[in-house]
């Protein structure tokens, strides 16, 4: 079951940033234009079995479909063996989180539809008495969302885009205060050690743009399984 999510977020994360529907239309080969026959569209194994080429055109396929089914299976298979509360609401959440991690990555955009989506499933979960306090969930969204707010004011939008500070909201509240704090810290950390890496490999210059979504949102799947804990241990 993952895995068919996996591929359904293959598909929905190429089409949402194109605007396309999602819902008709037949996947075809983006070389060749072949369409691609559902024996060969089984997430992963059709990949292995055709050894990552297309069976028409033989150029090789890209890596990115294989990765997010596998990604997605994984996150659904710890979700089911951690015997955790409302896991469905849970499943949501990771998918709309890869969704906003592959889209930022490849189109530097957060789709509004996946950020109001994600922020009104959540405040139904509260309201349902998923996780305790309802005001300690707002309190994250809203702080982490002002943060990030007052760093696009102050950088003119150069540091942060409003896509963060709206995804913020969303992130933030369904961690809640305080793991909202670890996950903004975590996300700075990671991004701010990535910048400096690629810059000393000669991968991207001082002012280039780096996207921020991306490493936002593998931070908050860090901090929604790891909790405060994790920071609490880096910074000793
Ligand atoms: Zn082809």
């Known amino acids: 079951m993952g895995l068919a999510l996996g591929s359904f977020l293959g598909a929905l994360t190429y089409r949402l940033a194109r605007k396309e529907s999602f819902v008709k239309g037949r996947s075809g080969c983006p070389r060749c234009g072949a369409n691609i026959k559902w024996y060969d569209n089984v997430p992963v194994l059709s990949f292995l079995l055709l050894g990552g080429r297309c069976r028409s055109c033989h150029k090789k396929i890209s890596l990115r479909d294989p990765l997010i089914e596998i990604v997605t299976a994984l996150g659904v298979l710890g979700i089911y063996l951690s015997n955790l509360e409302f896991p469905l609401?849970?499943?949501?959440?990771?998918?709309?989180?890869?969704?906003?991690?592959?889209?930022?990555?490849?189109?530097?955009?957060?789709?509004?539809?996946?950020?109001?989506?994600?922020?009104?499933?959540?405040?139904?979960?509260l309201l349902l008495g998923w996780n305790g306090?309802?005001?300690?969930?707002?309190?994250?969204?809203?702080?982490?969302?002002?943060?990030?707010?007052l760093i696009n004011l102050i950088t003119k939008s150069k540091g942060m885009g409003l896509g963060d500070v709206k995804y913020a909201l969303f992130a933030g509240t369904f961690l809640g205060f305080p793991k909202s704090v670890s996950w903004l810290f975590l996300s700075f950390l990671t991004g701010a050690s990535l910048g400096v890496i690629l810059i000393l490999l000669g991968r991207a210059r001082l002012g280039k743009h780096i996207p921020f979504g991306p490493f936002l949102a593998a931070s908050f799947l860090v901090t929604a399984i790891f909790g405060e804990n994790l920071v609490k241990w880096l910074i000793g």
Do not use: K
């Open 89 to 125: 609401f849970l499943i949501f959440i990771l998918l709309a989180t890869i969704s906003i991690f592959v889209i930022d990555l490849e189109n530097e955009i957060i789709p509004d539809e996946l950020i109001f989506l994600g922020l009104g499933v959540t405040t139904m979960a």
């Open 133 to 149: 306090s309802f005001y300690l969930h707002f309190l994250g969204g809203f702080s982490s969302s002002l943060f990030l707010l």
